[in-house]
């Protein structure tokens, strides 16, 4: 793609087909790509790339270094944290149960994705859950309820596989009881009622 086709806006990238709504928060380095609108309440932090046709409504909140492919509508009080990534497609919501003929915008709920989760190619999201730190949506996947850190799911609904390291690789079990480990960096993760934490 030539120079001709983007332009820069501080030292930010907007490609010329993007609609940027005025008064936008778009972070250093931030890239938006093709036919993306950001509507003028969004919150984008540094270093985030958004793909080809992605919406970001007004109460919206997206961390440093976020990648959200091609096709992901981001609907208010969805908030994405720091080194999140969302598959193609990802679909988010913000009401649980609409109507065309009945307005529930006073009825929103959050949905936050935590640190470092991936969200796998059309997962859904259903309105109102939380993310754990890590966790890994698996492609196609439709979440229901809560995610707890490092857990990988899929399915529909999505239900608990396996655990999953910051590195985004399959933890195996390790030699003390309740432990799990990355066979890619070693480090040693333990099991509790609430989830998964990182001890070494």
């Known amino acids: 793609m030539g120079e001709e086709s983007l332009f820069l806006w501080?030292?930010?990238?907007?490609?010329?087909?993007?609609?940027?709504?005025k008064g936008a928060q778009i972070g250093a380095e931030t890239k938006v790509w093709h036919w993306t609108h950001i509507c003028?309440?969004?919150?984008?932090?540094?270093?985030?790339v958004l793909g080809q046709n992605v919406f970001v409504s007004n109460r919206v909140v997206l961390g440093r270094n976020v990648r959200v492919q091609n096709n992901v509508s981001i609907y208010d009080e969805v908030i994405l944290e720091d080194d999140v990534f969302c598959g193609p497609s990802v679909v988010f919501t913000n009401v649980i149960n609409p109507r065309s003929a009945v307005s529930r915008k006073?009825?929103?709920?959050k949905?936050?994705?935590?640190?470092?989760?991936?969200l796998g190619a059309n997962s859904t999201i259903v309105c109102g859950v939380t993310i754990g730190e890590y966790?890994?949506?698996g492609a196609g996947a439709v979440v229901t309820k809560d995610v707890p850190a490092y857990a990988l799911v899929h399915g529909n609904p999505a239900r608990l596989k396996g655990w999953m390291s910051e590195r985004g690789e399959k933890l195996i079990?390790?030699?003390a009881p309740g432990n799990w480990q990355c066979l890619a960096t070693k480090a040693l993760y333990r099991e509790s009622r609430d989830g998964l934490q990182k001890i070494t």
């Open 10 to 21: 501080s030292i930010k990238m907007i490609h010329e087909t993007a609609l940027v709504d």
């Open 40 to 48: 003028a309440g969004a919150k984008i932090g540094e270093r985030c």
């Open 106 to 109: 006073d009825e929103y709920k």
């Open 111 to 118: 949905t936050l994705v935590k640190r470092g989760a991936t």
């Open 135 to 137: 966790a890994f949506i």
């Open 173 to 175: 079990k390790a030699e």
